[in-house]
């Protein structure tokens, strides 16, 4: 069955535009309840959201769909996505929803779902759903609609769960911190969980107002949190997205820290701890070669899975892995967590930097990636890489790289975007590659 509805990470789109309209977050809510009415106990579904404009008016259409077929609601307000999973659990919830369009700009939104498990969706919940989105639904009667309620102390129960990630004997007190929020669902829950374990904290994108969420600022936005940095004299920047599912780190130098060798950094403390599962490390393919011959020198392996911290994280579980993540700073750290969690991954890199006693420039980096360049190339339409021309680039392309580097090219899961990646030992090969490669698609284009 064609998705209509359901991306590489739920549903997301253009708000009032498309999918991401209220009426159709409504009937979101009727199918995806419905699909999670099983057995005879009192339904109940986790709303969260960013701090996004428009995820007032998903919220509403969304509570209105899930009681409207008899499923009871718990909003939590802006918090985490892995806040929203954490709390599925916890509330012995059937469903979690989490309104968020992750590191995409505020006119954009989206909705995650979540099992009873806390888990994302599997490929066949989600068909499921998409089969009940186009049927009539199957509303309760009156004695059986659902009913909505707000709880006040779901950011301490998130706080208080992430702090649990790292030794009770692991204090931050000598450490000051910049904590860039990108002035997203994290803009509270993450400042208070360092300033609690005793860093001093400089806050950063921390005045959301609706409109301004990963603008400038955040993890796709690096700009402000390295020059804080800097004029702070801290000792160290974490940067979180939108929804606070991924981590990009600055060094006391102003230097980024990706998740590749944040992943090196937390597997290797692993390893040491005799506490990593699984041989090494999930990763997708667009992580650095550098990470792959790193983790080898190690004797751990690097199993690497298509683009997306679900299949991360399918992978992770099927092979018991415990870390896992994207270069884009995704981390899934299953002894803590269902799903990414910039917070945690953040508490995790600071403990180091505590045990260590080094400053961030000299931990951090811990092996020299390969030269590595990603180009994005936007199309309004069509099926760029089905082209003549770009299919003859791409195997002139793999030709060349044959043996001495590797080339991705994939079409974006929540944009209209083509992304070309190429790495290898040749920085000048490496950039050639790509820029033909990008020709070729705006050609076809």
């Given at each position: 069955m ?22 159709i ?20 579904v986790?709303i ?19 009681t ?13 996505t892995?806040?929203?999973?954490l709390l ?5 919830a ?5 309104i968020?369009?992750s ?19 599997s490929?066949?919940?989600?068909l ?15 004695a059986n609609?659902?009913?909505?309620r ?49 860093a ?16 400038d ?16 004299g801290?000792?160290?920047g ?8 991924r981590?990009?780190?600055?060094d ?23 506490t990593?599962?699984?041989g ?22 690097l ?6 911290d ?31 969690d ?17 400053p ?14 990603l ?10 890489l089905e ?15 044959a043996?001495?580097g ?20 040749d920085a000048?090969?490496?950039?050639r590659v790509?820029?033909?490669?990008c020709?070729?698609?705006?050609s076809?284009?």
């Amino acid at each position: 069955m064609a998705r209509k509805f359901f991306g590489t990470d739920g549903i997301r789109g253009r708000t009032n535009a498309g999918v991401m309209t209220a009426a159709i977050a409504m009937k979101v809510g009727q199918a995806a309840g419905r699909h999670f009415l099983r057995g005879d106990h009192r339904h109940r579904v986790v709303i969260g959201k960013d701090t996004r404009l428009s995820g007032y008016m998903l919220e509403n259409a969304l509570v209105a769909g899930f009681t409207s077929v008899g499923m009871d609601v718990v909003m939590t307000g802006p918090l985490p996505t892995p806040a929203i999973a954490l709390l599925t659990r916890e509330l012995r919830a059937d469903v979690g929803v989490m309104i968020s369009a992750s590191h995409n700009p505020f006119e954009d939104n989206g909705i995650k779902l979540f099992g009873p498990d806390g888990f994302k969706l599997s490929d066949e919940d989600e068909l499921a759903i998409e089969a009940l989105l186009d049927a009539e639904p199957a509303l309760a009667d009156a004695a059986n609609v659902g009913r909505a309620r707000r709880i006040d102390d779901a950011r301490g129960r998130y706080i208080h769960a992430v702090k649990q990630s790292i030794p009770a004997d692991i204090r931050f007190d000598d450490l000051k911190v910049v904590v860039d929020c990108a002035n997203g669902a994290a803009y509270q829950a993450a400042p208070s969980a360092i300033w609690e374990l005793g860093a001093k904290i400089v806050p950063l994108g921390v005045n959301p107002n609706g409109t301004n969420i990963n603008k400038d600022v955040g993890s796709t936005s690096l700009d402000a949190v390295k020059a804080k940095v800097v004029e702070e004299g801290a000792d160290i920047g974490i940067a979180l997205d939108g929804d606070a599912d991924r981590l990009i780190v600055v060094d006391e130098k102003g230097r980024t820290v990706d998740g590749d060798q944040i992943m090196a950094l937390i597997a290797l403390g692993k390893m040491r701890d005799q506490t990593l599962r699984g041989g090494g490390v999930v990763a997708t393919v667009m992580s650095n070669l550098g990470l792959e011959r790193f983790l080898g020198n190690h004797d751990l392996t690097l199993e690497r899975t298509k683009v997306g911290d679900r299949y991360v994280l399918e992978r992770m579980r099927e092979g018991g892995f415990n870390i896992g993540g994207e270069q884009s700073g995704h981390m899934i750290m299953l002894d803590y967590g269902t799903t990414g969690d910039g917070t945690v991954a953040a508490l995790n890199v600071l403990a180091a930097l505590v045990r260590a006693g080094k400053p961030a420039s000299e931990l951090l980096h811990q092996f020299d990636p390969v030269p590595q360049l990603l180009k994005n190339v936007r199309f309004a339409g069509g099926k760029p890489l089905e082209d003549a021309r770009v299919k003859a680039a791409i195997a002139d392309a793999e030709a060349e790289l044959a043996g001495r580097g590797r080339l991705v090219i994939r079409a974006s899961g929540t944009e209209p975007l083509i992304r070309v990646m190429a790495e290898g030992d040749d920085a000048a090969q490496v950039e050639r590659v790509v820029d033909t490669i990008c020709d070729a698609v705006r050609s076809a284009v």
